[in-house]
């Protein structure tokens, strides 16, 4: 029952538990779900689950990029979905940080997004079809006491998916930013008995994610905030 | 096949063709439907058409509304989502706006706005379960040159929906403002023959508000732009 | 001691102290000071004080508006300066607002704002030259809980400055909204004895009014936000 | 005349000019001023000008920053300004950027400018006294098409920049980051003839940035935004 004209996805990181529910919700809507880590054994069992393949990949390695790309097509055909979900964070008083982190934070969270996005993007293009989609955080769009880094990369990729959107969305290609403001709910880290919902459900979220997938060119949305009812901002 | 927890709304305003997608789109999702306009003729055959009802309402006027919401939920039980669509505007060079002008497009674009949402409110709140959604335009974020009327009513509308969603949410009221940020296909307006999608078709604007009331409450989003893929921002 | 290209200016509303402020500091920087409130007795003190003069209105009439520019052009030449300094708010939970209030909070806060920047713009727009500065408040950009008239008045003025930057800059009138975004000292309203400077002085403030006053066409600011150094945002 | 509580700035990269002017108003304003660039030489004639001081700095290499601030402070005393005024970027069609570019832009945009800023904070948070201040673009706030590593960088800088506001000015550090909306006037590109003041003079910017060195603590402003008074935003 597949209503978005897509077909096949690449998501890329692991994600509190998001990829899983991302990699759930498009198969249901029947699209085939390429899933790429790191350590791909992690994602083997998911990948089982909803009848995909999973891949090791680095994404601050170009080849690899490339690699993960020709293999899914390989497997799938045409990827005309790719989710970055993806990012490394360091926090603590600003002046206690540590340099490699910070770089680190910034390469993983932002430069790597880059990566994915333009390897996606070369395919993409000549079909002018496609889809990119980044995950945000709170720190997408404020920038927290004794959590720079974390900011640095999120506003970074911010950067990233709006200049995108600019240019490649009248190519064809829907860019868009999810900024999930609040923690995500997990088996480790379940919602307070007295506060449901408080923590955002990864299926809720992955709801919304394919909504934006169905969205029609004509009425595009780039970025949408997603945050619990509860939740202060 | 309703998959989202409202059964009745209020939609008011006629809006650009928009208020019709979003009757017949609610209506197919299994929602009832009022329409609520000043002359409540104009909306018969729609009303007829979704099996609605139409409703004569100056929103500016707080027994009209509250007499609309009243009959509303004579006729169809109770309203959980009511939709506020109208504005007014003028322009033109700044020194030569007319300032009863622009006091009716603040009563209209905003005042009007927060009255409908106040009595919707009331009745939703002792049951905590609800939705107010507004319509934005471009103007809600930008004040243009020549516009500055358009800009104070929906910079105002939208300083009215955060307010309302940071304090009404945590109540279970879902409260969303939605930014159209682009004209809007009609048939008097239609599609430039070599821009393709380069107006908002209001039936995937539609599609978006009822996405929007098909999110759960731990990832809801308050705000949400919509724009062609062509249209430059 | 003038370092500004400015002789004359027009502050309208009392706001928390910081007319008093920016009467002293645009008096010391060489331009005469014309105060207006709707009590004009209130400010014949300072009026004496700045050797400026104190005019009564009420900003929400147009006719009153124009009797005021008029007069303090009589008295002081050409006015090149206005600034925009009244607002009306109420709050409480918001099915408990008073719709008359929030309606007041719309017209003071922002329709009278339009007035008055419209009846100086006519004046300073032949010339080309002239600055109208508006003052905002956190409400200007972000909606509080139980607040929401508020929020809609200070939007809606952030909406017109905008506006008017966009179209009256290039024209040659400066145009700026300043963002307090804290609570302003005052006699009634000191430190806290264990917080120093966690409320603005009101002549700091008036320094950064003046400061704007100051810059080059080349490199103007349309909106700055002030707050203290231990204000959270 | 030093109308600040300032005594000595660093200001690091050359940046269309921007240095000098900033150097020639800090000195005026008292303050002594320390230069650094990668290419000392091409300062030398400045810090000759202005009694001031050049050094060599890779701002990339933690060590040499560390170097410089050491050399700085054996000059002039404790170092209570740094402004960081250097920025790198790559543009093209998306497809076409190559990534270690994009990475150079990442890394001397914003990572570089975490260094300079950590190692500066680490002098001035003993004392509780002192500046950062950060110079921003157009692209700080708004991702152009075929300029996403550029936004990238610039969005990372202002996410510090709003991270260190709200750690640091609490403990006596000033944080600002400067949104310098326009092209930079200079010898090699001039303001064309036909239109006025389109370019920002680098002199009137420097003026800012003192402006904000002038603020007190009660009423800083963490961000501002200059731009010519022609320029469309």
Redesign the interface.
Known sequence: MADTPYKSAVIVGVGAGLSASLARSFTKAGLKVALAARRAGDLAPLAKEVGGKAFACDATK?AEIARLLADAEAAFGAIDVVVYNASYRTRG???D?V?AE??KS??VS??AG??V??EA??RM?PRKHGAVFFTGAS?SV????????F????????????????????Q?I?VAHIVIDGGI?SAARPDPADKP?????PD??A??YL?LL?????????????????E??
């Open positions: 170009p008083p600003f002046v940080l340099p910070v770089e910034l390469i932002a430069f880059f990566l996005a333009q993007v070369k293009l720190a404020k920038g927290y006491a004794q959590s720079a880094p900011a640095m990369g999120k506003f970074a990729l911010r950067g990233l998916a709006q200049s995108m959107a600019r240019e490649l969305q009248p064809g829907h709910r919902d408080s923590l955002l459900d809720a979220i709801q919304s909504q169905q969205q029609q060119r004509s009425a595009w949305a780039w970025e949408i905030e997603l945050r619990p009812w509860v202060r901002f």
